[in-house]
């Protein structure tokens, strides 16, 4: 399974990103899909996660600012943020799986929000 992340970059407080992850090669029912992030010296943290029916969770600090969605179709997963903060800095990966627990990750996309 292949995971290809994009659209991390810099960007000011208060301003927008949309990340997006493309899997492919996948032999089994993608039923969750996910961000994790992880700034420096801190361990990785989920962000969001959906499953195959759009059910949602976030972590307490993105509610609100942060929307996660998904094409099954494409395999593909997004997630929305606004109002960005510097505390959102940090390398931002998608995951899959089967379970609810990740199976599978992307290489990361560092997003890096200034003040």
């Known amino acids: 399974v292949q995971l290809q992340a994009s659209g991390g970059g810099v960007v000011q407080a208060g301003e927008s990103l949309r990340l997006s992850c493309a899997a492919s090669?996948?032999?089994?029912?993608?039923?969750?899909m996910g961000w994790y992030r992880q700034a420096p010296g801190k361990q990785r943290e989920l962000v969001a996660r959906?499953?195959?029916?759009?059910?949602?969770a976030y972590a307490d600090s993105v509610k609100g600012r942060f929307t996660i969605s998904r094409d099954n179709a494409k395999s593909t997963v997004y997630l929305q943020m606004n109002s960005l903060e510097p505390e959102d800095t940090a390398v931002y990966y998608c995951?899959?799986?089967?379970?609810?627990?990740?199976?599978?990750w992307g290489q990361g996309t560092l997003v890096t929000v200034s003040s």
């Open positions: 090669g996948s032999s089994f029912r993608i039923n969750y």
């Open positions: 959906i499953d195959r029916s759009g059910n949602t």
């Open positions: 995951s899959l799986g089967p379970t609810i627990s990740p199976g599978y």
